[in-house]
């Protein structure tokens, strides 16, 4: 197997993965994000690091994100929307934090495959990347990939794809966005 036969592939599975996620839920996530005061994420692994890259992106358009456990993360509110990401639903510090963040009275919101898991009593709101998880579940499409990597590349673009909505919705100028990047490089 070459390159371009493996690169075919894994592009079929992201594509197909993203037209099956439901447009209502994801302009609802968009509402969330646009009506809280700040934005928490919490993820472990690889679907932490896609989970950072989605809240830099929001950063970039203006958004106050924090991403649990840096250093600079402020205290959440009743103001303010946890995105949890968890394909399985079932680890166990996205768990914990949920729940800790409920106990503040913010919104939480799931990000997964699995509708029926643990998170379910911590959400407010549920986005379903129908795919495979390390629980291999009867309704979810399974990868060649390794492990859930169509997740984790999923879930990141799931984030551009939000992050364009609101670029075209708010008519952001795409040069200004760089007042927001980095510039200590």
């Known amino acids: 197997m070459n390159y371009s036969e493996v690169q075919k592939e894994i592009r079929a599975e992201i594509f197909n993965t993203l037209e099956q996620i ?6 609802k996530l968009l509402a969330e994000i646009k009506q809280a005061d700040k934005v928490f994420f919490v993820g472990v692994g690889r679907v ?3 989970l950072q890259s989605v809240a830099k992106r929001l950063a970039h358009l203006g958004i106050k994100t924090y991403v649990v456990g840096q250093i600079t993360e402020p205290a959440i509110t009743d ?21 800790k963040a409920k ?6 919101a799931h990000i997964g495959a699995n509708p029926d898991c643990s998170m379910k009593q911590y959400s407010d709101h549920f ?3 129908p795919v495979a998880t ?9 990868s060649v990939q390794p492990m859930t990597s169509l997740f984790e ?13 609101l670029v075209r919705e708010q008519d952001i100028d795409m040069h200004s966005l760089w007042e927001h990047h980095a510039n200590l490089e």
Request: aromatic share 4%; charged share 20%.
């Open 79 to 99: 103001k303010d929307l946890l995105i949890v990401g968890s394909g399985s639903g079932e680890s166990a510090f996205p768990l914990i934090i949920a729940k």
């Open 134 to 142: 390390k629980f291999n579940l009867p309704n979810q499409t399974p």
């Open 22 to 27: 439901d447009d209502e839920s994801v302009e």
């Open 48 to 50: 932490l690091l896609s």
């Open 103 to 108: 106990q503040f009275n913010a919104r939480v």
């Open 127 to 129: 986005v379903r990347i």
């Open 153 to 165: 590349q999923t879930l990141l673009l799931l984030g551009d794809s939000m992050a364009l909505m």
